[in-house]
């Protein structure tokens, strides 16, 4: 992968890093009129499948790599995410029958194979969806990026069990549809950018700010500039 792009996928990994600190997600974290939650989450969950399907494309060998692995390999990550967020919420709510459904160890989705994997994950698919809208699911981790993420998984694994036997897929394909992807996802942060900075009216939001618009310059890896010359982040004011 392009250093621009390595140095992009730094630099938003950099940014997650910042809302996530305690003192910043307790800005954030909380009943708001703001997008700036549904929009991150998002965010993240996009951020960590184009992380996955990177780390899975260069582990592979030099030439060919097997997209069917791949696709695989992301679907199983995603899958257990999910499955373990329902398990929370069903433990919380008493229902032992859907949770005895989904209760599987990373392991024990990734021994899955093919048809098997597919329909489990339509089964954690479907009993999550209908629970995006409850508030008490949402805390437990069942978000509609997540749900989304899913939903796109399995249709890709399910294009992949329909191709012929043996079909590969080039890494250098591969990259250049995770660069692809890496540039989709910096077109949302301008949008994020502009939601962090609804938070200044507070000394703790001016924090945040501040500290995300640092995290927002892109250093290219091995020289001494930036790839992109961003301002300084203002000095918050003293309250």
């Known amino acids: 992968m392009k250093d621009r792009y390595t140095n992009r996928m730094n630099m938003m990994g950099a ?5 996530e600190r305690p003192e910043h997600r307790a800005v954030w974290d909380a009943p708001s009129p703001l997008a700036f939650l549904a929009d991150f989450d998002a965010f993240k969950t996009e951020y960590a499948s184009i992380s996955a399907a990177a780390g899975a494309a260069y582990a592979a060998s030099t030439g060919p790599a097997d997209a069917k692995d791949l696709a695989e390999s992301t679907l199983e990550d995603i899958a257990y995410t999910v499955a373990r967020a329902l398990c929370i919420y069903f433990k919380k709510t008493g229902n032992l029958t859907d949770r005895a459904k989904v209760n599987f160890t990373k392991s024990g989705i990734a021994r899955l194979r093919e048809s098997t994997l597919k329909t489990t994950c339509d ?15 949402v805390a437990c981790g069942i978000t509609n990026a997540r749900v989304t993420a899913l939903t796109a998984a399995i ?31 910096m077109e949302d942060l301008p949008d994020l950018d502009d939601l962090v900075l609804q938070y200044n ?31 300084a982040p203002p000095t918050p004011p003293t309250p």
């Open 155 to 185: 249709t890709d694994y399910d294009a992949l069990l329909s191709a012929p036997r043996g079909q590969i897929v080039n890494r250098s394909v591969l990259i250049r549809e995770i660069e692809t992807r890496i540039a989709a996802l």
């Open 15 to 19: 940014c997650i890093a910042v809302a």
């Open 123 to 137: 089964l954690i698919r479907d009993l999550a969806a209908p629970l995006i809208v409850n508030t008490d699911a």
């Open 201 to 231: 009216d507070t000394p703790a939001g001016q924090n945040f700010v501040a500290a995300w618009q640092a995290a927002r310059n892109i250093v290219d890896a091995g020289h001494s500039h930036t790839e992109e010359e961003t301002p």
